[in-house]
């Protein structure tokens, strides 16, 4: 079979003087015009192969001939046959074809139902050996077939970024892993690259991501369950620590407006308290002679001061001495009676009135040494 950029193919093989594709792909690699179009007169000898009922089973670089002309010819329409352990080269007995340019279903020996769109997956590697410098899938035996029947190829352009947008459409359709998602046939393979050469809008179009997964998970659906399985519960468990930190959020605000509630309490309280103290402090009589008979009527006072002096020693001692604005508000409080208890009562009970002023104040200079009315 012969094919060419200007010619139609014909059965008609002469004498061909010159190289293979494999010595040309060895030697350099094509440029990008070139390459299509060998690509494209390839195809369209497959296509007049397969019209006459021929599956080639074997396309491959070693059997692409190059005149010297650049005139494409497919040779070897059997199999090649060698005792190499060259990953190229065709497995007896198993397989149908060359390892490295077979298509998925070409991997599974009898089980796999070979046909024309086999053949298009063999020159759709080819093309992107033309267009990177290297094949798709690497390694031999075992590893290779199962990268062959389970991985994608990575995209031409993450190998060489100039590589054209259409052409990895193309060239990644060609090699669908389901025959179906391929062209349809070799004639419809030719005329997109036809396209691509005149600047013409190509037909294939790029699989998306979410396209792409499906068809993973299709080819695997055990990895595929343990996947889902996993990003299930990851999804539940981010859920669930998402529920939680909103609710502990949720906690902390109200703590938040509890305390800052509480605060507005507290404030109102000492103002409460710090308004009875000046209004004590103003009723006590803390110039002139204290009073002393019963009768007196300034022992009314007298009795006002005894409450309010008992009222500030079980203050300066019990929970409300823990708040050093209060504390400072009874302190000066007791410092005002100091007077009237060294005026009106015995020595020693003006002197322990006088000791705990000093002992309230030098605890509050202790705790705040930056106040200096607590010194003085």
């Known amino acids: 079979m012969s094919g060419s950029a200007t010619a139609s193919p014909t059965w008609s093989v002469p004498w061909v003087e010159g190289r293979t594709l494999a010595d040309e792909l060895v030697a350099r690699r094509p440029g990008l015009h070139r390459s299509v179009e060998w ?9 007049h192969a397969h019209g006459l009922g021929v599956i080639h ?9 190059i005149n010297r002309q650049d005139h494409v010819y497919l040779t070897d329409s059997g199999l090649a046959k060698s005792d190499s352990g060259d990953p190229t080269l065709t497995i007896d007995g198993q397989m149908i074809g060359t390892p490295a340019y077979m298509a998925p279903e070409q991997t599974h020996g009898a089980r796999g139902t070979v046909d024309a769109r086999t053949d298009l997956y063999s020159l759709g590697v080819i093309l992107y050996e033309l267009l990177t410098g290297t094949r798709p899938f ?6 290779l077939l199962v990268q062959i029947q389970e991985e994608d190829p990575r995209p031409p352009r993450r190998l060489d970024e100039a590589i054209p947008r259409d052409l990895e459409t193309i060239c990644l359709k060609a090699m669908a892993k389901e025959p179906g998602r391929r062209y349809a046939d070799a004639a419809a393979f030719a005329a997109d690259l036809r396209r691509w050469l005149r600047g013409e809008p190509v037909l294939a179009r790029p699989v998306g991501p979410f396209a792409a997964l499906g068809r993973k998970c299709r ?8 996947a889902a399985s996993l990003v299930l519960a990851i999804v539940l468990g981010c859920a669930g620590v998402t529920w939680q930190w909103r ?3 949720s906690q902390r605000r109200r703590v938040e407006w509890s305390l800052a509630a509480a605060q507005q309490q507290r404030h ?3 103002r409460a308290l710090r308004a009875g103290f000046e209004t004590l402090s103003s009723l006590l009589p803390l110039d002139g002679p204290a009073p002393r008979a019963p009768g007196d009527p300034r022992s009314d006072h007298l009795t006002l001061w005894k409450a309010t002096l008992r009222y500030c020693r079980s203050s300066l001692q019990g929970q ?11 302190s000066s409080l007791l410092m005002r009676m100091t007077n009237l208890v060294r005026r009106s009562s015995p020595a020693d009970e003006a002197l322990r009135t006088l000791e705990e002023t000093r002992g309230s104040y030098e605890g509050l200079l202790r705790d705040d040494p930056s106040q200096p009315e607590y010194r003085d």
């Open 39 to 47: 690509i494209a007169a390839l195809a369209e000898a497959l296509e």
């Open 57 to 65: 089973r074997d396309v491959k670089p070693s059997n692409i001939l």
């Open 138 to 143: 690497a390694g031999a035996g075992r590893l």
């Open 219 to 226: 080819r695997r659906p055990v990895v595929a369950g343990l």
């Open 247 to 249: 609710r502990a959020e």
């Open 268 to 270: 109102r309280a000492i």
């Open 320 to 330: 409300l001495a823990t708040d050093a604005e209060l504390r400072g508000a009874l």
